[in-house]
């Protein structure tokens, strides 16, 4: 196992269990305890966590992993889910797309689109996502337009009211919706209420709406809603989703695409 895996294996256990000890990582990824202890040295100089007797704790009270250590959790179905996204994307449309590791997925299923290699634009993506941007801007047939606003390390994501005056100007055709929890009575969600705010105005520019969500995110709540789930028009998942659940947002009038 590379370092970069064993860091972001050793960080989800650390995000999950809140301690790990270092016997206990050791036997997790199946490495020394010699090696478990030098990366929880050195993941502690970078302030990811905080070193222990022992073993090592999550830095702070509140804790999210950062995007560029998430591993690729659900990674197969992210990748369908992003396939199935692009699919209902229009050539020549405006695109609005948050931050996160589906909609990351979505950018680059773009991206591959045949019949996107080309136009004037071929797509207009607005994102308020730096590493979406960064990915995109290399593609001369899309037209980028990124929201301004201050970055938040955790998700790539530009936040805060410098945003609002680039959103209050534009109309989207969809927006793309990465959420960490969607639930029929309590809507789509995020970690972080500035996230949330600017996720927000998206919708509320796009004229229709999809939410890109492995079924992991289904029926669950977050802290910060982003928009009611009348507000959405599609939710595209994998087929683990309970039918019970995929029901509940069918009832709501939601197309439901699994794949």
């Known amino acids: 196992m590379s370092r970069d ?38 993941l502690a100089e970078q302030q990811m966590l905080v070193r222990t007797r022992g073993g090592a704790v999550v830095h702070g009270v509140s804790y999210e992993l950062p995007l560029r250590y998430k591993t690729a959790r659900n990674a197969s179905e992210k990748e369908r889910i992003a396939k199935a996204v692009a699919a209902l994307v ?83 055709d969809v927006a793309v919706l990465g959420v960490v929890a969607f639930d029929v009575a309590h809507g789509a969600a995020a970690n972080d209420e500035a996230e949330a705010a600017i996720n927000r105005l998206l919708c509320e520019r796009a004229g229709r709406v999809i939410v890109a969500a492995d079924s992991s995110k289904l029926g669950r709540r977050a802290f910060a809603r982003i928009c009611a789930a009348e507000a959405v028009d599609t939710l595209v998942t994998d087929a683990a989703a309970a039918p019970e659940t995929v029901r509940r947002f069918t009832e709501a009038g939601i197309s439901v695409v699994t794949v």
């Open 5 to 42: 895996a064993r860091w972001k294996a050793l960080l989800e256990l650390l995000v999950e269990r809140g301690r790990l000890d270092v016997e206990e990582a050791a036997a997790e990824l199946s490495v020394s305890a010699a090696t478990i202890r030098r990366d929880f040295d050195q």
């Open 90 to 172: 229009a050539p020549g449309e405006a695109v609005g797309l948050t931050g996160g590791t589906t909609t990351t997925e979505v950018a680059r299923a773009l991206a591959v689109r045949g019949d996107l290699a080309t136009g004037s634009p071929a797509l207009t993506v607005v994102t308020n996502a730096l590493n979406i941007a960064n990915e995109l801007a290399v593609r001369p047939q899309f037209k980028i337009v990124v929201t301004g606003g201050v970055a938040r390390p955790q998700s790539y994501e530009l936040i805060g009211p410098l945003a609002d005056g680039v959103l209050g100007q534009i109309t989207l």
